[in-house]
Each structure stands twice: as structure tokens, then as C-alpha cells.
């Protein structure tokens, strides 16, 4: 498959804590990006990782990217009840037409 | 600014029966335009694309169908629905550089 996947597939914290979630690929790719979905919702698109990037910051959100293990984390800070959400990472593979969306974490964040 | 919109938000269909899935984007031309189906609790499974109109990628075998009409808008389609046709299903589009996708609110189909 050249689905991602990213673990947790749950997670559950306070309010205030920090979140982090993790994503693996299995191919090279041009960019990797991740994406916020509420209950019953569209996507939404938070941030966008190229691959000669390393880390990039979004307000409170942090994400690293390692190809060489072929791996991303999403590091949500100082977390919200509103921040209750699925998460998921998105690969441009090389050679591809579309983007790979993985599984998800489903972060619940407890007030 | 660019809207993407789909509709119905909701269905119920019976086993057997058809499906007419629209989805339209305005405030932007020549969009690239897919759509997904996500199961409950899961991932998105990329079910057609499209770069131009009348242009349809598919990548699964199904029997749901995908057509393109005008520039901005996107359909999905089915003669006969079967029960595992239910989830929820995305339209998205981008500009063609893999750099940001924009969801649709999404339809819930139920087949019973």
C-alpha cells in the first residue's frame, strides 16, 4: 500500500499537554502535509512539509520530517479542548497524481 | 475566494438503487477535482480524479462512476448501490501542484 500510517491510531490527553503523532511512508516523496478532520467533516489542510525540510512551525503546531526513516511527527503544544479532532498525514509521492493519505490519530483532548 | 460545496449532505438509498453525488467549486478555474470515500474510523480511499473536463482517472475497480461536465464541477455516480457503497464521501480540489487539497463538507451515504 502506499498508504501512510500514523500511530497512535487514538489518543487521549489534558487540556495544556502536548500532543505528538506520528507518520510513516514507504516511498520517496516531494512533500508531506497534514490535514485536521472533525466529527463528520471535510479536511482541513494545517501544514505543508517539503522534503528538503526538516522542521517547520505553524503557531502552536511543530512538524518534523525525517526521509531518511521515512517519518513525520505532528507536535500539537499547550493543547486545546477545541483541538479534539482525527489527524492526518498526506504524502506527494514521487511519480504519483495524487496525494496518500494515512489512517489517522484520533486525538481527544479532555478539558 | 474559492467555496467548494457538495450535496446532499445526507442520503439513504436502498440497495439496487442509483446515486447522483454533485460537487461544484467556485472562485478558481481548471481545478484538478477527486473524490474519496472514508469508512467509519478510517482513512480516505482516493476513488476518481480528474485534470480536465471529461478527463476521469479511476483508481479502483467499483461500481461507482465519475464524470466531469463543466471545468468546476464533479459527479458521482452509480447505477445500482450496494451496502458496502455506505460511507462518507469527499470531493476535493487542488491547482494541480499537490501542495494543499480543499474537502468538500462531505455526504453521508447510508445504503440499506
Known amino acids: 500500500s502506499q498508504q501512510g500510517e500514523e500511530d497512535p491510531q487514538a489518543l487521549s490527553i489534558q487540556e495544556g499537554e502536548n500532543a505528538t503523532m506520528n507518520c510513516s511512508y514507504k516511498?520517496?516523496?516531494?512533500?508531506l502535509q497534514w490535514y485536521r478532520q472533525n466529527s463528520g467533516r471535510g479536511l482541513v489542510h494545517l501544514i505543508l512539509?517539503?522534503?528538503?525540510?526538516r522542521e517547520k512551525h505553524s503557531g502552536r503546531l511543530r512538524v518534523t520530517l525525517d526521509t531518511s526513516k521515512k517519518s513525520s511527527s505532528l507536535l500539537i503544544t499547550a493543547s486545546r479542548a477545541a483541538d479534539t479532532a482525527s489527524y492526518f498525514c498526506a504524502t506527494d509521492q514521487t511519480g504519483a497524481n495524487n496525494l496518500f493519505f494515512g489512517t489517522g490519530t484520533r486525538l481527544t483532548v479532555i478539558p | 475566494s474559492q467555496t467548494i460545496h457538495q450535496w446532499p449532505a445526507t442520503l439513504v438509498q436502498p440497495v439496487g438503487s442509483p446515486l447522483s453525488l454533485e460537487c461544484t467549486v467556485e472562485g478558481t478555474s481548471n481545478p484538478n477535482l477527486y473524490w474519496y470515500r472514508q469508512a467509519a474510523g478510517r482513512g480516505l480511499q482516493l476513488l476518481f480524479y480528474?485534470?480536465?473536463?471529461?478527463?476521469i482517472s479511476s483508481e479502483v475497480p467499483q461500481n461507482l462512476s465519475a464524470s466531469r461536465p463543466q471545468d468546476r464541477q464533479f459527479i458521482l455516480s452509480s447505477k445500482k448501490l450496494l451496502l458496502s457503497d455506505s460511507g462518507f464521501y469527499l470531493c476535493?480540489?487542488?491547482?494541480?501542484?499537490?501542495?494543499?487539497?480543499?474537502f468538500g463538507p462531505g455526504t453521508r451515504l447510508t445504503v440499506l
Open positions: 512539509i517539503r522534503s528538503n525540510e
Open positions: 516511498t520517496s516523496i516531494n512533500n
Open positions: 476535493a480540489w487542488d491547482r494541480g501542484q499537490r501542495d494543499t487539497q480543499y
Open positions: 480528474s485534470v480536465g473536463i471529461g478527463q
